[in-house]
């Protein structure tokens, strides 16, 4: 006992030696707590005092009798220890391990459950407070929902434990490409990391893949093509993801998205009605659509788009009023091409069903060649021509108009339609140019 009270007293005086010059010193800056600490910041005063405390009553013991003061001299360094590291977490079995939560963490956050990813990355940092990609994982899951602040602060963490883990860097990449609209370098600061990663790890396919995710943010579509195809060549772990996102930037050429708000909405994997109601007025140019097909001077019962703007406006829904696409949800209504639900409400975060989207579409196209029988020519018609829905669907005579003229599609191998299907953003953008294409205009 002796023998090991010496060499903890040996340890804690040696790093007293660092700090104080003299033991009179230490005391005078004890008398004045608000003098000993002129010049240090704020969150270092804890430690400063906490260990000249130690050191003096190290040095004071060192004058009284060694016998009388074994348990004491043991007892300091021991309450330093625990006064100086935070509680960790103990694991409860084999599987309740850093690694594990770090991996069902990810399967989480490729889910978009944001929730339960954070759950998983703070349990395995609990569990480890230095395992690196644990705090990447927390911090991109922050910078996912929106907690950007948050989040840049776990990142840093897992920089500092794991600065040359490739995992770590292309987590942190991706949390540059949440921050590209708070940050107008996050593509460069982005590639950086990816690039990183690569210099860490030849040929690692997941910074290859981030590289061309964060290039086709930028609407960059060449050279995220390029980092795609490089993957699909390989045939690895990320060559079905790339896949996809080649075709999708391929599609998304072909569609020609003219405004930002297009390309934004193209890359979306599913549009909610909102975004439709903002293609149609930003893309489809329904307003200057509607004047070159519907003079003033016609006499029928549709209006220009300036005679129906100066009658009274359409109510706007509550669920509208205030919401970012506000503009164009009451434009697109004012024109007549879509309108509340019965309730009362537009939904305008919902996502829009093929059916849908293909009625909102024929209904423009009634308008425009003010063929009244469009909506529902085909309905009722025996067989139906779907074979996943009957002609007596109300979106059945759209959805046969857009197969007919080749706007929409039914599936080449079952035939069917799918009229409860999401609409992607680039397959959006590409009905439009069908649209544009069957009435023979461009703008």
């Known amino acids: 006992m002796y023998h090991m009270s010496k060499s903890i007293y040996s340890t804690s005086l040696l790093f007293s030696i660092r700090i104080v010059h003299s033991e009179g010193q230490l005391k005078d800056k004890l008398k004045s707590p608000e003098k000993s ?27 009284r009798p060694m016998k009388k003061w074994p348990i004491q001299l043991f007892l300091f360094p021991l309450l330093l220890l625990v006064t100086a590291c935070g509680p960790k977490a103990t694991s409860q079995s084999d599987v309740d391990t850093p690694e594990y939560h770090y991996r ?22 609990d569990l480890d407070k230095k395992f690196a990609p644990g705090w990447a994982g927390l911090g991109l899951s922050y910078g996912l929902i929106g907690e ?24 942190a990449g991706r949390l540059w490409i949440a921050h590209k609209a708070e940050n107008k370098r996050w593509l460069k600061r982005a590639v950086d990391e990816f690039d990183t990663a690569l210099k860490l790890k030849s040929g690692f396919e997941a910074a290859i893949f981030w590289k061309g ?3 086709m943010q930028n609407y960059d579509f060449s050279l995220a093509e390029a980092e795609f195809r490089t993957l699909v060549e390989r045939k690895g772990e990320y060559a079905g993801r790339a896949d996809e996102m080649w075709a999708l930037s391929q599609k998304i050429v072909r569609a020609q998205p003219g405004t930002t708000a297009g390309k934004r909405i193209a890359l979306k994997s599913k549009i909610s009605r909102a975004d439709m109601t903002v293609l149609f007025i930003e893309e489809l140019k329904l307003s200057e659509l509607f004047q070159r097909f519907m ?23 509550g669920d509208v009023s205030g919401s970012w696409a506000e503009g164009w949800i009451t434009e697109a209504m004012s024109l007549g091409v879509v309108e509340a639900t019965p309730d009362g409400f537009f939904y305008p975060a919902e996502n829009v069903m093929r059916g849908e989207y293909a009625s909102a579409v024929v209904k423009i196209l009634t308008m425009v060649t003010r063929d009244q029988s469009l909506e529902t020519k085909y309905l009722g018609e025996y067989p139906s021509r779907f074979t996943d829905v009957g002609s007596d669907n109300p979106y059945y005579s759209a959805m046969a108009v857009c197969s007919e003229r080749g706007i929409m599609k039914a599936d080449l191998v079952t035939g069917a339609f799918n009229p409860a299907g999401n609409v992607g953003g680039a397959d959006a953008l590409l009905i439009i140019r069908s649209v544009q294409s069957s009435l023979r205009v461009t703008f």
């Open 37 to 63: 600490v002129t010049g240090i910041k704020p969150t270092a005063k804890v430690f400063f005092l906490r260990w000249e405390a130690t050191i003096l009553s190290a040095n004071h013991l060192e004058k």
């Open 104 to 125: 069902a963490g990810m399967r989480y956050l490729e889910s978009e459950d944001y929730q339960s990813a954070i759950r998983s990355f703070q349990r395995a940092v």
């Open 148 to 171: 950007l602040k948050t989040g840049r602060k776990h990142m840093d963490e897992a920089i500092d434990e794991g600065k040359k883990n490739p995992e770590v860097r292309v987590l």
């Open 213 to 215: 995710m964060a290039y």
């Open 295 to 317: 003079p003033p001077t016609q006499t029928s019962g549709f209006q220009t788009p300036g005679q129906a703007m100066n009658q009274a406006a359409p109510r706007v829904p």
